[in-house]
């Protein structure tokens, strides 16, 4: 069973950053797609970023050029470097870790963004 435990979120006013870490029980970069999602108050959770076995990225269009997401292989590490943030980026973050049928989730991160 693959733990996922997410860290670095906090409270941080418009515009500032935060960085965000997913350490993994495991070495599974090699085959897992790791993703960031989050969880809005009041919303269903949505995809933020991912990041395949092979380096390839993808972000949803509202945070586009604003967060990175990258991995550290040789700490089993996951980050999500975020930029710019806006109230709207307030949310529970969560990391995941998908192959095949395996799905694994952390615990989530609360980011509060003020304006």
């Known amino acids: 069973q693959v733990q996922l435990v997410e860290s670095g979120g906090g409270l941080v006013q418009a515009g500032g950053s935060l960085r965000l870490s997913c350490a993994a029980s495991?070495?599974?970069?090699?085959?897992?797609?790791m993703g960031w999602y989050r969880q809005p108050p009041g919303k269903q959770r949505e995809l933020v970023a991912t990041?395949?076995?092979?380096?390839?990225?993808n972000y949803d269009d509202s945070v586009k050029g604003r967060f990175a997401i990258s991995r550290d292989r040789a700490k089993n590490t996951v980050y999500l470097q975020m930029n710019s943030l806006k109230p709207e980026d307030t949310a529970v973050y969560y990391c995941?870790?998908?192959?095949?049928?395996?799905?694994?989730w952390g615990q989530g991160t609360q980011v509060t963004v003020s304006s």
């Open positions: 995941s870790a998908k192959y095949t049928n395996f799905d694994y």
């Open positions: 495991e070495r599974i970069f090699s085959l897992y797609v």
């Open positions: 990041i395949t076995s092979r380096g390839s990225t």
